[in-house]
């Protein structure tokens, strides 16, 4: 796959206490298998959906004992000056830019609300391999207590055109879809969306912080909800059925949280944007 253009989800990782344990726990929900662990970066070991390359996992750094959870990142073409940008529009820097071998340029940061992501500048490492399929990355949204820091961050990092949906525009099982705030971020138009932003609401529990959620296809949601809590995981949210699939909310007996969607299981009408 080529490169991804500025400001589009490129990979996603996580770091897991146990790894053995997460990489059963993925190859029964999402069907992943795994490469080899690469002990010159931290054993960072890639998972795979039909031998593509689709997530990566790796344990703490030592002394580290951050909770579980995934990382979404974005492209960009120079991670050293999207770091500046990420600085000047209000963000702040977990982790400078810093080259990963060959393999390409990373850098951790945190937007205003409090979301934290990543940022890749590839070298051999272009980033996905698949994507919109079932086992592989399909959708992220940022849900944020204070939406417009964060709309307004992400407008000055990356060229993204926005769309906010309609009120009441919402066609989907749940009751209070139609007061949604949700807002679409696109690039080069928009027929091309590729971030969502939701407000978190008073559902939210107030110690959860603003997060980006991230969607893995499956073939059957009410299958890998199933699969989730076989294996320790826990179902926050759904299964439930939207016009862009049916999907769910998890969390990994780890404690990383994830979206589950089924895009070939579609109800009910699209949303309008303004």
Known sequence: MSDFPEGAPCWVDAMFTDVEGAKEFYADVLGWTFGDASSEYGNYTQAYSGGKAVAAVVPPMPGGEAASQWCLYFASPDAAATAEKIKSAGGELVM??????????MAIAKEPSGAVFGVWQPGEHKGFE???????????????REPGKADGFLEKVFPYESQQMESGSADCDDPDAAGMDFKIFSLGGKENPVLGRMKMGDDFPPEIPSYIQVYFGVPDCDEAVAKTQARGGRLHFGPMDSPFGRFAAVTDPQGAAF??????TTAGEMPKFG
């Open 96 to 105: 400078e830019p810093m080259q990963v071998g060959t393999f390409g340029t």
């Open 130 to 144: 698949k994507l919109g399929e079932a086992g592989a990355y399909a959708w992220a949204e940022v849900f944020s």
């Open 259 to 264: 979206a589950v969607i089924d895009m070939s």
